[in-house]
């Protein structure tokens, strides 16, 4: 069974920085892409960030210059770096693998940011 476990989060200022990591366990193998999605109140989930396993990326027009997508492909594991937050960036961030035994997500870990 694979799991996508998320870490990071949480509250922050405007104009401040924040960190997001996810972990793959389990048996995942030939993995496509790692993603980061997110979901605001009353909109719908989009994608934030993408990285293949090639290491090419991209990124929301929102976000361009400001988020940054990694990957650790040893350990299944992607991070997600955020630096001059906006308000708008509050949501529910997502971990989403795409690999060739199908789509997983994460339980998701909210983003807030506020004065």
């Known amino acids: 069974q694979v799991l996508l476990v998320e870490s990071g989060g949480g509250l922050v200022q405007p104009g401040g920085s924040l960190g997001l990591s996810c972990a793959a366990s389990g048996s995942i193998f030939g993995i496509y892409t790692m993603n980061w999605y997110r979901q605001a109140p009353g909109k719908q989930r989009e994608l934030v960030a993408q990285?293949?396993?090639?290491?090419?990326?991209n990124y929301a027009d929102s976000v361009k210059g400001r988020f940054t997508i990694s990957r650790d492909n040893a350990k299944n594991l992607v991070s997600l770096q955020m630096t001059t937050l906006k308000p708008e960036d509050t949501a529910v961030y997502y971990c989403?693998?795409?690999?060739?035994?199908?789509?997983?997500w994460g339980q998701g870990t909210q983003v807030t940011v506020s004065s």
């Open positions: 990285i293949t396993s090639g290491g090419s990326t």
């Open positions: 989403n693998v795409r690999a060739v035994q199908g789509i997983f």
